[in-house]
Protein backbone atom coordinates (compact mmCIF):
# COMPACT_ATOMS: atom_id res chain seq x y z
CA UNK A 1 0.00 0.00 0.00
CA UNK A 2 1.70 3.70 -0.55
CA UNK A 3 2.88 5.08 1.94
CA UNK A 4 0.92 8.58 1.78
CA UNK A 5 -2.33 6.30 2.20
CA UNK A 6 -0.95 4.31 5.72
CA UNK A 7 -0.06 7.71 6.75
CA UNK A 8 -3.84 8.85 6.06
CA UNK A 9 -5.08 6.39 8.09
CA UNK A 10 -2.73 6.89 11.04
CA UNK A 11 -3.57 10.37 11.27
CA UNK A 12 -7.04 9.18 10.95
CA UNK A 13 -6.48 6.52 14.03
CA UNK A 14 -4.95 9.18 16.22
CA UNK A 15 -8.18 11.45 16.21
CA UNK A 16 -9.13 10.37 19.56
CA UNK A 17 -10.21 12.84 22.44
CA UNK A 18 -7.37 11.14 24.54
CA UNK A 19 -4.36 11.76 21.91
CA UNK A 20 -5.52 15.04 21.09
CA UNK A 21 -5.51 16.02 24.47
CA UNK A 22 -2.21 15.06 25.29
CA UNK A 23 -1.13 16.39 21.76
CA UNK A 24 -2.01 19.71 22.64
CA UNK A 25 -0.93 20.12 26.52
CA UNK A 26 2.47 18.57 25.66
CA UNK A 27 3.06 20.94 22.68
CA UNK A 28 1.54 24.26 24.35
CA UNK A 29 4.88 22.85 27.12
CA UNK A 30 7.08 22.38 24.65
CA UNK A 31 6.59 26.33 23.23
CA UNK A 32 6.81 27.06 27.01
CA UNK A 33 10.44 25.42 27.24
CA UNK A 34 11.34 26.78 24.14
CA UNK A 35 10.09 29.70 24.47
CA UNK A 36 12.05 30.70 27.98
CA UNK A 37 15.97 31.40 27.54
CA UNK A 38 17.92 28.63 28.89
CA UNK A 39 15.88 25.62 28.40
CA UNK A 40 16.25 23.97 25.68
CA UNK A 41 14.07 20.90 23.56
CA UNK A 42 16.93 18.43 24.81
CA UNK A 43 16.02 19.54 28.42
CA UNK A 44 11.93 19.38 27.73
CA UNK A 45 12.49 15.66 26.16
CA UNK A 46 14.56 14.47 29.14
CA UNK A 47 12.84 15.94 32.19
CA UNK A 48 10.37 14.81 30.65
CA UNK A 49 11.36 11.48 29.57
CA UNK A 50 11.56 11.12 33.20
CA UNK A 51 8.14 11.26 34.35
CA UNK A 52 6.71 8.85 31.46
CA UNK A 53 8.22 5.82 32.76
CA UNK A 54 4.50 4.01 33.83
CA UNK A 55 2.95 5.38 30.42
CA UNK A 56 1.72 2.86 28.05
CA UNK A 57 4.41 3.17 25.35
CA UNK A 58 2.54 5.13 22.37
CA UNK A 59 1.04 7.72 24.67
CA UNK A 60 4.48 8.51 26.88
CA UNK A 61 5.97 9.00 22.95
CA UNK A 62 3.55 10.83 21.17
CA UNK A 63 4.17 13.25 24.43
CA UNK A 64 7.77 13.36 23.84
CA UNK A 65 7.53 14.01 20.18
CA UNK A 66 5.14 17.22 20.48
CA UNK A 67 7.15 18.47 23.35
CA UNK A 68 10.05 18.56 20.67
CA UNK A 69 8.23 19.83 18.43
CA UNK A 70 6.64 22.65 20.46
CA UNK A 71 10.39 23.45 22.06
CA UNK A 72 11.47 24.04 18.62
CA UNK A 73 8.80 26.33 17.64
CA UNK A 74 8.75 28.39 20.86
CA UNK A 75 12.20 29.02 20.53
CA UNK A 76 11.28 31.48 17.49
CA UNK A 77 9.54 33.65 20.09
CA UNK A 78 12.31 34.93 22.62
CA UNK A 79 14.09 35.22 19.07
CA UNK A 80 11.72 37.34 17.66
CA UNK A 81 10.88 39.30 20.38
CA UNK A 82 13.99 39.79 22.77
CA UNK A 83 16.74 38.80 20.09
CA UNK A 84 17.14 36.04 22.05
CA UNK A 85 16.86 32.67 20.70
CA UNK A 86 15.16 30.71 22.83
CA UNK A 87 17.18 27.30 21.37
CA UNK A 88 20.02 27.16 18.72
CA UNK A 89 17.70 26.11 16.34
CA UNK A 90 15.83 29.76 16.24
CA UNK A 91 19.45 31.69 15.94
CA UNK A 92 18.45 32.10 12.33
CA UNK A 93 15.13 33.46 13.32
CA UNK A 94 16.16 36.01 14.94
CA UNK A 95 18.35 37.88 12.07
CA UNK A 96 14.69 38.77 10.75
CA UNK A 97 12.14 38.62 13.33
CA UNK A 98 13.68 41.10 15.52
CA UNK A 99 14.19 43.34 13.15
CA UNK A 100 10.17 42.93 12.10
CA UNK A 101 9.58 43.35 15.89
CA UNK A 102 11.64 46.72 15.96
CA UNK A 103 9.57 47.69 13.55
CA UNK A 104 5.84 46.99 15.38
CA UNK A 105 5.36 44.00 13.29
CA UNK A 106 5.85 41.16 16.32
CA UNK A 107 2.88 39.94 16.08
CA UNK A 108 2.72 39.36 12.04
CA UNK A 109 6.51 38.21 12.57
CA UNK A 110 5.12 35.60 14.83
CA UNK A 111 2.38 34.58 12.65
CA UNK A 112 5.02 34.13 9.62
CA UNK A 113 7.04 31.78 11.72
CA UNK A 114 3.94 30.18 13.30
CA UNK A 115 2.99 29.29 9.45
CA UNK A 116 6.33 28.23 8.23
CA UNK A 117 6.96 25.96 10.73
CA UNK A 118 3.57 23.88 10.20
CA UNK A 119 4.16 23.92 6.88
CA UNK A 120 7.40 23.05 7.07
CA UNK A 121 6.72 20.15 9.87
CA UNK A 122 3.87 19.23 7.04
CA UNK A 123 7.07 18.77 4.62
CA UNK A 124 9.28 16.97 7.19
CA UNK A 125 6.60 14.53 7.98
CA UNK A 126 5.75 13.69 4.44
CA UNK A 127 9.42 12.94 3.43
CA UNK A 128 9.83 10.72 6.85
CA UNK A 129 6.91 8.41 5.68
CA UNK A 130 8.25 8.30 2.33
CA UNK A 131 11.74 8.18 3.16
CA UNK A 132 12.01 6.01 6.15
CA UNK A 133 10.61 2.59 4.87
CA UNK A 134 13.61 3.21 1.92
CA UNK A 135 15.99 3.74 4.50
CA UNK A 136 15.29 1.05 6.63
CA UNK A 137 15.21 -1.38 4.06
CA UNK A 138 19.27 -0.02 2.51
CA UNK A 139 20.03 -0.51 6.41
CA UNK A 140 19.24 -4.51 6.35
CA UNK A 141 22.63 -4.05 4.13
CA UNK A 142 24.63 -2.81 7.02
CA UNK A 143 26.69 -5.75 9.29
CA UNK A 144 29.55 -4.46 11.63
CA UNK A 145 31.95 -2.60 9.79
CA UNK A 146 28.71 -0.37 8.28
CA UNK A 147 27.15 0.94 11.67
CA UNK A 148 31.28 0.92 12.55
CA UNK A 149 31.73 3.81 10.29
CA UNK A 150 28.29 5.60 10.49
CA UNK A 151 28.55 5.94 14.01
CA UNK A 152 32.55 7.75 13.13
CA UNK A 153 31.31 9.43 10.07
CA UNK A 154 28.69 10.47 12.40
CA UNK A 155 30.68 12.24 14.72
CA UNK A 156 33.10 13.98 12.50
CA UNK A 157 30.20 15.53 10.16
CA UNK A 158 28.29 16.70 13.27
CA UNK A 159 31.78 18.15 14.77
CA UNK A 160 32.52 19.47 11.41
CA UNK A 161 29.13 20.98 10.48
CA UNK A 162 28.51 22.91 14.21
CA UNK A 163 31.75 24.46 14.83
CA UNK A 164 32.13 26.28 10.87
CA UNK A 165 34.77 28.58 12.43
CA UNK A 166 36.87 26.01 14.39
CA UNK A 167 36.47 22.35 12.74
CA UNK A 168 38.81 21.29 15.17
CA UNK A 169 36.99 22.22 18.30
CA UNK A 170 34.00 20.01 16.79
CA UNK A 171 36.16 16.84 16.19
CA UNK A 172 37.69 17.40 19.87
CA UNK A 173 33.88 17.58 21.30
CA UNK A 174 33.06 14.61 19.38
CA UNK A 175 35.60 12.18 20.23
CA UNK A 176 35.51 13.44 23.82
CA UNK A 177 32.21 11.90 23.81
CA UNK A 178 33.27 9.04 22.04
CA UNK A 179 35.61 8.05 25.39
CA UNK A 180 33.30 9.22 27.89
CA UNK A 181 30.94 6.56 26.06
CA UNK A 182 33.89 3.57 26.72
CA UNK A 183 33.77 4.10 30.96
CA UNK A 184 32.10 1.28 32.61
CA UNK A 185 31.71 -2.27 31.62
CA UNK A 186 31.72 -2.76 27.76
CA UNK A 187 28.56 -4.32 25.83
CA UNK A 188 30.56 -7.75 24.69
CA UNK A 189 32.53 -9.88 27.45
CA UNK A 190 31.06 -6.89 30.16
CA UNK A 191 34.64 -5.93 30.90
CA UNK A 192 35.43 -3.27 32.81
CA UNK A 193 37.05 0.07 31.47
CA UNK A 194 38.06 3.09 33.10
CA UNK A 195 35.97 2.69 36.57
CA UNK A 196 39.30 2.20 38.83
CA UNK A 197 37.53 0.22 40.90
CA UNK A 198 34.28 1.88 41.53
CA UNK A 199 31.37 0.17 41.19
CA UNK A 200 29.43 3.16 40.16
CA UNK A 201 31.57 3.45 37.48
CA UNK A 202 31.31 -0.42 36.52
CA UNK A 203 27.78 1.25 35.53
CA UNK A 204 28.95 3.54 32.96
CA UNK A 205 27.45 6.92 32.89
CA UNK A 206 23.90 7.14 32.12
CA UNK A 207 23.15 8.69 28.50
CA UNK A 208 19.69 10.98 30.07
CA UNK A 209 21.99 12.03 33.15
CA UNK A 210 24.60 12.76 30.84
CA UNK A 211 22.26 15.21 28.83
CA UNK A 212 19.91 16.79 31.68
CA UNK A 213 23.59 18.09 33.28
CA UNK A 214 25.09 19.51 30.04
CA UNK A 215 21.33 20.94 28.16
CA UNK A 216 20.19 21.93 32.06
CA UNK A 217 22.68 22.69 34.92
CA UNK A 218 24.74 23.97 32.07
CA UNK A 219 22.09 26.32 30.68
CA UNK A 220 21.43 27.13 34.46
CA UNK A 221 24.18 28.64 35.20
CA UNK A 222 24.98 30.45 31.26
CA UNK A 223 22.03 32.21 31.99
CA UNK A 224 22.62 33.28 35.45
CA UNK A 225 25.98 34.69 33.85
CA UNK A 226 24.11 36.24 31.49
CA UNK A 227 22.42 40.10 32.27
CA UNK A 228 19.16 39.95 32.67
CA UNK A 229 16.69 40.80 29.65
CA UNK A 230 14.08 43.04 29.04
CA UNK A 231 10.32 41.80 28.95
CA UNK A 232 8.19 42.83 25.58
CA UNK A 233 5.29 44.29 26.54
CA UNK A 234 2.97 44.62 23.40
CA UNK A 235 3.37 42.33 19.48
CA UNK A 236 1.47 44.96 17.58
CA UNK A 237 -2.14 44.45 16.36
CA UNK A 238 -1.77 41.91 13.72
CA UNK A 239 -1.04 38.32 14.67
CA UNK A 240 -2.41 36.20 12.15
CA UNK A 241 -0.42 36.34 8.43
CA UNK A 242 -2.07 37.71 5.17
CA UNK A 243 -2.56 34.80 2.71
CA UNK A 244 -0.49 36.49 0.16
CA UNK A 245 2.06 37.06 2.24
CA UNK A 246 2.70 33.08 2.37
CA UNK A 247 1.30 32.30 -0.95
CA UNK A 248 4.24 34.42 -2.24
CA UNK A 249 7.15 32.53 -0.89
CA UNK A 250 5.65 29.00 -1.53
CA UNK A 251 8.54 28.39 -3.41
CA UNK A 252 11.02 29.32 -0.41
CA UNK A 253 8.57 26.91 2.10
CA UNK A 254 9.01 23.59 -0.56
CA UNK A 255 12.93 24.51 -0.25
CA UNK A 256 13.43 25.02 2.81
CA UNK A 257 11.02 22.09 4.03
CA UNK A 258 13.38 19.88 1.98
CA UNK A 259 16.91 21.34 2.94
CA UNK A 260 15.92 21.36 6.73
CA UNK A 261 14.50 18.03 6.58
CA UNK A 262 17.38 16.57 4.43
CA UNK A 263 19.67 18.57 7.27
CA UNK A 264 18.00 16.60 9.67
CA UNK A 265 18.54 13.15 8.56
CA UNK A 266 22.73 13.94 9.06
CA UNK A 267 23.78 12.44 12.08
CA UNK A 268 24.29 15.30 14.99
CA UNK A 269 23.83 18.07 12.48
CA UNK A 270 19.98 18.66 13.66
CA UNK A 271 17.35 22.19 13.77
CA UNK A 272 19.96 24.62 13.95
CA UNK A 273 21.85 23.73 10.50
CA UNK A 274 18.59 23.39 9.23
CA UNK A 275 17.10 27.03 9.38
CA UNK A 276 21.26 28.20 8.39
CA UNK A 277 21.15 26.60 5.48
CA UNK A 278 17.63 27.25 4.30
CA UNK A 279 17.90 30.73 5.44
CA UNK A 280 20.91 30.43 3.28
CA UNK A 281 19.62 29.53 0.14
CA UNK A 282 16.86 31.78 0.58
CA UNK A 283 18.99 34.62 0.84
CA UNK A 284 20.94 33.16 -2.54
CA UNK A 285 17.56 33.01 -3.90
CA UNK A 286 15.93 36.10 -3.29
CA UNK A 287 15.65 39.12 -5.47
CA UNK A 288 15.23 41.46 -2.02
CA UNK A 289 18.31 40.17 -0.93
CA UNK A 290 18.70 43.79 0.47
CA UNK A 291 16.38 42.83 2.80
CA UNK A 292 17.81 40.55 4.59
CA UNK A 293 18.89 40.93 8.27
CA UNK A 294 16.84 43.96 7.95
CA UNK A 295 13.26 42.54 8.65
CA UNK A 296 12.68 40.18 5.78
CA UNK A 297 9.24 38.28 5.73
CA UNK A 298 10.96 35.55 3.38
CA UNK A 299 13.89 35.36 5.55
CA UNK A 300 11.84 34.37 8.58
CA UNK A 301 9.65 32.24 7.00
CA UNK A 302 12.86 30.34 5.59
CA UNK A 303 14.64 29.84 8.70
CA UNK A 304 11.57 28.46 10.83
CA UNK A 305 10.50 26.32 7.88
CA UNK A 306 13.97 25.01 7.90
CA UNK A 307 14.09 24.42 11.64
CA UNK A 308 11.11 22.62 11.99
CA UNK A 309 11.57 20.09 8.82
CA UNK A 310 14.64 18.97 10.60
CA UNK A 311 12.51 18.01 13.25
CA UNK A 312 11.11 14.93 11.14
CA UNK A 313 14.11 14.71 9.32
CA UNK A 314 16.18 14.20 12.82
CA UNK A 315 13.34 11.02 13.65
CA UNK A 316 14.19 9.28 10.14
CA UNK A 317 17.84 7.86 11.56
CA UNK A 318 16.25 7.43 14.63
CA UNK A 319 13.86 4.90 13.31
CA UNK A 320 15.60 3.05 10.81
CA UNK A 321 19.48 3.14 12.04
CA UNK A 322 18.47 3.67 15.58
CA UNK A 323 20.90 6.63 15.42
CA UNK A 324 20.17 10.16 16.42
CA UNK A 325 19.78 13.05 14.15
CA UNK A 326 20.44 15.63 16.58
CA UNK A 327 20.29 15.88 20.50
CA UNK A 328 16.82 15.93 21.21
CA UNK A 329 16.44 13.59 18.73
CA UNK A 330 19.30 10.95 20.73
CA UNK A 331 17.16 11.84 23.98
CA UNK A 332 13.82 10.28 22.09
CA UNK A 333 16.04 7.86 21.41
CA UNK A 334 16.85 6.64 24.39
CA UNK A 335 13.32 6.75 25.29
CA UNK A 336 12.26 5.11 22.98
CA UNK A 337 14.30 1.99 24.19
CA UNK A 338 13.03 2.63 27.79
CA UNK A 339 9.54 1.76 26.17
CA UNK A 340 10.57 -1.25 24.70
CA UNK A 341 10.51 0.25 21.09
CA UNK A 342 13.08 -1.31 19.25
CA UNK A 343 14.13 1.20 16.09
CA UNK A 344 16.86 0.44 14.07
CA UNK A 345 16.81 -1.64 9.75
CA UNK A 346 14.25 -4.09 11.46
CA UNK A 347 12.13 -1.83 12.39
CA UNK A 348 10.17 -2.03 9.07
CA UNK A 349 9.89 -5.97 9.62
CA UNK A 350 8.70 -6.36 13.22
CA UNK A 351 6.32 -2.79 13.38
CA UNK A 352 6.34 -1.50 9.93
CA UNK A 353 3.44 0.55 11.03
CA UNK A 354 5.21 2.28 13.75
CA UNK A 355 7.25 4.80 11.16
CA UNK A 356 4.09 5.89 10.32
CA UNK A 357 1.85 6.42 13.68
CA UNK A 358 5.34 8.50 14.49
CA UNK A 359 4.60 11.02 11.17
CA UNK A 360 0.62 10.99 12.71
CA UNK A 361 2.12 12.58 15.97
CA UNK A 362 4.35 14.79 13.81
CA UNK A 363 1.45 15.55 11.94
CA UNK A 364 -0.91 16.65 15.04
CA UNK A 365 1.92 18.69 16.84
CA UNK A 366 1.88 20.66 13.64
CA UNK A 367 -1.75 21.49 13.64
CA UNK A 368 -1.20 21.92 17.04
CA UNK A 369 1.37 24.58 16.71
CA UNK A 370 -0.34 26.21 14.51
CA UNK A 371 -3.58 26.59 16.52
CA UNK A 372 -1.89 27.58 19.89
CA UNK A 373 0.76 29.64 17.66
CA UNK A 374 -1.71 32.04 16.65
CA UNK A 375 -4.15 31.71 19.25
CA UNK A 376 -1.70 32.09 22.68
CA UNK A 377 0.35 34.69 20.87
CA UNK A 378 -0.59 37.80 23.46
CA UNK A 379 -1.29 35.46 26.20
CA UNK A 380 1.99 33.41 25.95
CA UNK A 381 3.86 36.82 26.25
CA UNK A 382 3.51 36.27 30.50
CA UNK A 383 5.24 33.26 30.42
CA UNK A 384 8.44 35.78 29.42
CA UNK A 385 7.53 38.20 32.76
CA UNK A 386 8.81 35.13 34.83
CA UNK A 387 11.65 35.94 36.49
CA UNK A 388 14.94 33.91 36.26
CA UNK A 389 15.37 34.47 39.69
CA UNK A 390 12.63 32.30 40.26
CA UNK A 391 12.55 29.63 37.45
CA UNK A 392 16.18 28.14 37.83
CA UNK A 393 15.78 27.24 40.97
CA UNK A 394 12.92 25.00 39.62
CA UNK A 395 14.97 24.11 37.07
CA UNK A 396 17.91 22.63 39.09
CA UNK A 397 15.71 21.07 41.18
CA UNK A 398 13.70 18.99 37.88
CA UNK A 399 17.45 18.75 37.05
CA UNK A 400 18.26 16.84 39.79
CA UNK A 401 15.27 14.98 40.32
CA UNK A 402 15.08 13.58 36.76
CA UNK A 403 18.59 12.53 36.88
CA UNK A 404 17.68 10.14 39.92
CA UNK A 405 14.45 8.93 38.64
CA UNK A 406 15.97 7.69 35.66
CA UNK A 407 17.74 4.25 38.03
CA UNK A 408 17.24 5.45 41.38
CA UNK A 409 20.88 5.97 41.62
CA UNK A 410 22.47 8.85 43.62
CA UNK A 411 25.90 8.53 41.57
CA UNK A 412 23.45 9.67 38.46
CA UNK A 413 23.40 13.10 40.46
CA UNK A 414 26.53 13.15 40.48
CA UNK A 415 27.36 12.60 37.09
CA UNK A 416 24.31 15.26 35.68
CA UNK A 417 26.29 18.14 38.26
CA UNK A 418 29.50 16.94 36.43
CA UNK A 419 28.14 16.76 32.90
CA UNK A 420 26.62 20.31 33.79
CA UNK A 421 30.20 21.81 35.01
CA UNK A 422 31.48 20.06 31.60
CA UNK A 423 28.84 21.77 29.30
CA UNK A 424 29.47 25.05 30.98
CA UNK A 425 33.39 25.15 30.52
CA UNK A 426 32.81 23.84 26.79
CA UNK A 427 30.61 26.58 26.02
CA UNK A 428 32.79 29.09 27.68
CA UNK A 429 35.36 27.83 25.13
CA UNK A 430 33.27 28.02 22.23
CA UNK A 431 33.10 24.38 22.20
CA UNK A 432 29.94 22.90 20.42
CA UNK A 433 27.77 20.49 22.45
CA UNK A 434 26.28 18.72 19.55
CA UNK A 435 29.01 16.27 19.16
CA UNK A 436 29.79 15.49 22.33
CA UNK A 437 26.35 14.63 22.79
CA UNK A 438 26.10 12.44 19.20
CA UNK A 439 29.88 10.81 20.88
CA UNK A 440 27.91 9.50 23.78
CA UNK A 441 25.43 7.97 22.13
CA UNK A 442 27.28 6.29 19.16
CA UNK A 443 30.09 5.30 21.41
CA UNK A 444 28.65 2.10 22.81
CA UNK A 445 27.57 0.72 18.34
CA UNK A 446 31.44 2.11 17.69
CA UNK A 447 32.89 -0.03 20.27
CA UNK A 448 31.05 -3.27 19.88
CA UNK A 449 30.40 -3.18 16.17
CA UNK A 450 34.41 -2.49 15.99
CA UNK A 451 35.33 -5.08 18.03
CA UNK A 452 32.23 -7.57 16.57
CA UNK A 453 33.90 -6.56 13.38
CA UNK A 454 37.28 -7.94 13.85
CA UNK A 455 35.58 -11.06 15.35
CA UNK A 456 34.64 -12.10 12.09
CA UNK A 457 37.45 -11.01 10.18
CA UNK A 458 39.38 -13.01 12.15
CA UNK A 459 41.49 -9.73 13.48
CA UNK A 460 41.67 -8.00 9.87
CA UNK A 461 40.62 -4.27 8.76
CA UNK A 462 40.19 -5.25 5.55
CA UNK A 463 36.54 -6.00 5.72
CA UNK A 464 35.99 -1.85 7.21
CA UNK A 465 37.90 -0.73 3.81
CA UNK A 466 36.77 -2.85 0.95
CA UNK A 467 33.22 -3.33 1.65
CA UNK A 468 31.15 -1.20 -0.63
CA UNK A 469 28.93 0.72 1.88
CA UNK A 470 32.12 0.73 4.94
CA UNK A 471 34.51 2.27 1.99
CA UNK A 472 32.33 4.90 1.01
CA UNK A 473 31.73 6.20 4.55
CA UNK A 474 35.82 5.84 4.83
CA UNK A 475 35.78 7.93 1.87
CA UNK A 476 33.30 10.61 3.07
CA UNK A 477 34.77 10.52 6.48
CA UNK A 478 38.36 11.64 5.35
CA UNK A 479 36.90 14.16 3.19
CA UNK A 480 35.12 16.13 6.00
CA UNK A 481 38.36 15.74 8.26
CA UNK A 482 40.33 16.68 5.01
CA UNK A 483 38.21 20.07 4.18
CA UNK A 484 38.61 20.87 7.82
CA UNK A 485 42.13 21.78 7.46
CA UNK A 486 42.61 25.11 6.75
CA UNK A 487 45.49 24.34 3.83
CA UNK A 488 43.74 21.79 2.20
CA UNK A 489 40.86 24.09 1.63
CA UNK A 490 43.20 27.30 0.42
CA UNK A 491 45.10 24.59 -1.91
CA UNK A 492 42.17 23.36 -3.50
CA UNK A 493 40.75 27.05 -3.72
CA UNK A 494 44.69 28.54 -5.65
CA UNK A 495 44.07 25.14 -8.07
CA UNK A 496 40.51 26.34 -9.04
CA UNK A 497 41.86 30.02 -9.68
CA UNK A 498 44.93 28.89 -11.42
CA UNK A 499 44.38 29.32 -15.27
CA UNK A 500 43.75 26.61 -17.43
Not at 20 to 42: D, I, K, Q, R, S
Not at 287 to 315: C, H, Q
Not at 407 to 415: E, H, K, L, S, T
Request: aromatic share 10%; hydrophobic share 55%; charged share 15%.
Amino acid sequence: MDPLIHLVQAVAQMATPGALFNVFWATLLGMTVGMLPGLTATLGIALLTTLTFQMDAGDAILILICMYVGAIYGGGRTAILLNIPGTPANAASALDGFPLARQGKAGEAMGIATVGSFFGGLVGLALLALLAPQLAEFGLRFQSYEFFWLAVFGVVISGRLTAAGDPLKGLISGFLGLFLAQVGQEGIHAYQRFSYGSVDLAGGFGLLPALVGAFGFAEVLNVMKQPAYQTVRDVGDRVAPRVRDVARHWWAILRSGILGTTMGIIPGVGEDMGAWVSYAAARRASKRKDLFGRGSREGLIAAETGNNAAVPGAIIPVLTLAVPGSAPAAVLLAAMFIHGVRPGPLIMIETPSFVFEVAAMLFWASVAILILGLLLTRPMLFVLRVRREYLMPVIFTLCVVGAFAIAGRVFDIWVMLGFGLLGFALREMKYPMAPLVLGIVLGDILDKNFRRGMVLSDGSVEPFLTRPISAGFAVLTLIAILWGVPQVRHAIARLKRRPS
